[in-house]
């Protein structure tokens, strides 16, 4: 299965985008340990730009686990080469997780590569916390994809703006994702439409935290003998555990209504004026949810 993964490069301590400049990015390559020493484990050595800033992988199959990665850019035309040690992947990816086994296994306390079983417990937890959180959302939390071919864009400094460009009413949340230029004016266009909850920290918090919680608490689970004891009796024979802490704790779990800003209503709003049709409209203004 073919993994992707876009990067935004970074330099002197802030995202950079080298194609302006006549630089390019160059490589990626991935290590099996935080210091990025030892051998490589797998190489991609070509970086397609999506659109400013952002450039896509295609990354060689690898067993699952966390790799570190080192990306390596030439941030202006006859410079020399950089490297950007900001990469930090927990592959596979691409499953319809918003968060990965090993984030859950860094809250348990649980030691790195995990076990088959434990990938699959884990996998499990995630997809049941993410089922809460569809549940209080009215929505996924995977978008779809949605492509244009040769297509015009209406402005052509705003490419960036789903306004831009002649897509249909979607009903939800669109962005672009990618465009491509043809050569003859026009672009090829790529959508994200819905809610992308891997790119949302609160939602990736909140899943990784419960499921974290849920295997800590399942007789069994992975890391559930991390799970709190409050009292053990005199004789051993009996052991008291506490629960999580209460909300408002340090330490307490994130709640849901922490995430009611990406709740998808379920009536249409009627203050937004019908605007006149492209061209004889100058507005751009951008979807919202």
Known sequence: MTTVYDHQPIYAGAF??????GGEVS?????????????????????????????????????????????????????QPVKDTSVRLDLPMGLGLVTSPEAV??????????????????????????????????????PRTVTLSAVTPRWADELDNPETWPLPEQGDLVEVSAYRPRGDGTYDVTFLVGLHGAAQEEVVTYVTAHAAESERQRPGGVGSAGRRVSSVSAEGQSISYESAPAAGQ???LPALDSLKRHRRLLYQPLSRPPRPPWPYSNYRGRTRY
Do not use: C, H, K, M
């Open 105 to 142: 296994a860094d809250l348990l306390g649980v030691p790195l590569p995990l076990t088959a079983e434990q990938r699959d417990a884990l996998e499990t937890a995630i997809r049941a916390a993410q089922s809460t959180v569809v549940g209080y959302l009215n929505r996924p939390l995977v």
């Open 27 to 79: 490589r990626l390559d991935l290590y099996g340990t935080a210091d990025r020493g030892g051998p490589v484990v797998a190489a991609a050595t070509t970086a397609t730009r999506l659109r400013p800033g952002t450039y896509r992988f295609e990354l060689p199959d690898v067993p699952p686990g966390r790799y570190w990665g080192v990306v390596t850019f030439t941030p202006s035309d006859g410079a």
């Open 250 to 252: 340090a330490g307490a």
């Open 16 to 21: 950079y985008d080298p194609e302006p400049a």
